[in-house]
Structures are given as C-alpha cells and as structure tokens.
C-alpha cells in the first residue's frame, strides 16, 4: 500500500549584519524559538568593528540548526550582502532576515503552511512596528487586507514588501543572474535591492501568498537604512526638472526588466508553470510606455504637455498592465505639473 509523504520544506534564513550588537541577540533568540525551525541560518557580514561576530559565534554553539558564517572584507552594502548571503544558501526557500528585528514564534511554521502549492514562488506577510526598545508603534500592513492566493504580476512593477516579510523559492533567484540586476529606479547609485529583485522575479514567475498576520516586529530606529513610511514608492513629480531627473532611473529599470523578461530561457515555463511569457513581456512593455511618456510630458511646454498627458489618459497609457485600473495619482500629477512653465 503507498502512503503519501509529506515533504518539509528546507527554509534557509539569510541574514546581512553590520554593527547590529544592539538588536541582534533578541533577533536571533527569536530564531532560536521558532516552532517550524530553520533548515539553516546563513549570515553575511560586511567586517562588522562591534560585538557581532562574538554574538553570532556564541549563538551558533547553541543553536539548534546549522549557523554559517560569513565575512565580507571591505563590506558590500546591503544589497549585495544579502544577496551574497541568499547565494550561499542551501535551502529550498529563502526568508530574508534584518538583525533588529524580532520574528513571532510561528513566523516560518506560518509561511511554510504555503510552500507546498506549486505555483507559489513567493509568501508575503504583516507586520507589527516597534520602537527601539520593543514597544509597540502601529501596523505595517503593506496593503495586506486578507490571507489568500495572489496570481502572477498581481502588483505594480515597481513596488515590493520588504525584505524581511519575504519567503521566496530559492530557484527564483538562481532564475537570472544577479549581474543582471537592473539599476535601482530610487537610488540610481546602486543596483537594485535583494528584496526589490526577489519581487520582481517572484510575482513574475508565479504566485504570491499574502498572509495578514503580522509576523515580525518590525524595529523602528534611527539607525535602520529603510523604515515604514521612508523611501519613495511610486513615480516621480515635484518640478518638472526634478521629475525628468526622477524618472529616468524608472525608464532605465524598467527597460532592463523587459529586457530580462524577454531573454528567459524556453525551460523557464517548464520550471515555473505558472508563467506567462506573453502576458509578462505585455505588462513590462506598457509598463515602459508609461514612465517613456511621462519623460514627453515632463519635457515639453506648457500646452503641449498638458495635451501629451490627456492624451495619454485617453489612450490607456495611465492604467495599470497588471490590473486595468487608472493611475489616477500620477495622470493629476503629471496634468499639474505639465501646466508649469
């Protein structure tokens, strides 16, 4: 008689520390009372002067699942830290892990319960905002209204959750090489963050899971580089030579997304079933239409420019690829600022 065997899946926490002795011990005792526990904790650090290496390796002789260690001399940054970190992983799933916050005692038992649909490739959740010394602040809900199933290019192509609300399938991030990682539209400085790129190729090459439950107390201090509420989310305005400054990153982000979507090898439908090619290359293409227009708008006179946006508007070059909606926001913006001199 055959039996069915449910498999567990192998969730590698990944995380990218520097000078973290403040937060980090309550974080990792955090990890240490997980219900579902960690397959393994891999740590990057970008050559951390404090007390957190003393902190990790302490840890790792207790901990109840393999601890590795890693140090980055000189340091990468964030982004690249904890990329490095995921690339080192040897998990199934990947769970983005920041060192000052603190994770709820059935965060990953939570996110697991998901891992087993085939088609999910990426799981999102709440989260609870705390102050610096633990208190409760508010609600960090990143548009989670309800626990559910997500299809794929369910979201703007330019949004994300955050990092450490993330569990991802592994093979997603092995799906494009990090070398191709597009500029990041909001600090044109770098390339795009870990959380941002594991957006982009999960809601692209499958389904999301939302769980609205928050899972994490997520630390708010004056030390964190990105906090609830900071960081520019959508599309640029302000004056018309800041908003032609501002999009041109989203232009060059977005044309490198279409770019990668197009060069997918033939397996990649076979990998992810879920994927579709046609649908994935229309949403990115009008997705860059979108921010090449608004470049027009931006940079024509007065009248011109308020007749480019109108036009626009009626042409469907302000609704959304992924959901027919209007852009609203950005088409009275843009209206705003295309009547400035």
């Not at 011990?25 to 891999?42: H, M, T």
């Not at 302490?58 to 490095?84: I, S």
């Not at 959740?125 to 990143?142: C, K, M, R, S």
């Amino acid at each position: 008689m055959n039996r069915s065997v449910s498999v567990q899946p192998r969730i590698s926490v990944v995380m990218a520390t520097y000078n973290g002795e403040r937060f980090l011990p309550a974080q990792l005792e955090s990890l240490e009372r997980q219900s579902f526990a960690p397959f393994e904790l891999v740590v990057s650090d970008d050559d951390s002067s404090d007390g957190t290496d003393e902190i990790i390796a302490r840890f790792a002789e207790r901990a109840p699942f393999p601890v590795r260690v890693h140090k980055n001399r000189p340091g990468l940054g964030f982004r690249d830290n904890f990329l490095r970190a995921a690339a080192m992983a040897t998990g199934g799933w990947i769970a983005f892990c920041d060192q000052d916050d603190v994770w709820r005692a059935d965060k990953l038992e939570r996110c697991a319960a998901f891992t087993a649909l085939p088609d999910v490739t990426q799981i999102a959740h709440q989260a609870n905002l705390i102050g610096p010394d633990g208190e409760t602040v508010g609600v960090f809900d990143q548009g989670i209204r309800q626990s559910g199933i997500k299809p794929p290019l369910a979201y703007d192509v330019w949004a994300t959750f955050w990092g450490f609300s993330m569990v991802v399938r592994h093979d997603v991030l092995r799906a494009v090489p990090v070398e191709r990682r597009y500029v990041d539209y909001i600090d044109p400085r770098h390339r795009i963050a870990h959380d941002r790129w594991a957006f982009f190729l999960a809601q692209t090459l499958g389904c999301t899971a939302e769980i609205a439950e928050p899972l994490v107390d997520y630390r708010q201090h004056g030390a964190n580089l990105f906090g609830a509420g900071r960081g520019r989310r959508s599309g640029p305005t302000e004056s018309r030579d800041g908003a032609i400054e501002k999009n041109r990153p989203y232009i060059a982000a977005t044309r490198q997304m279409l770019d990668i979507v197009r060069s997918l090898p033939a397996t990649t439908e076979a990998q992810f079933p879920a994927f579709d090619r046609a649908r994935a290359e229309a949403v990115y293409l009008h997705a860059l239409c979108q921010v090449e227009a608004r470049d027009r708008i931006y940079g024509g006179k007065a009248v011109a420019s308020a007749m480019l946006c109108l036009r626009g508007l009626s042409a469907g070059l302000y609704r959304n690829a992924q959901n027919d909606t209007t852009r609203w926001r950005s088409f009275l913006k843009d209206l705003s600022l295309s009547l400035r001199n």
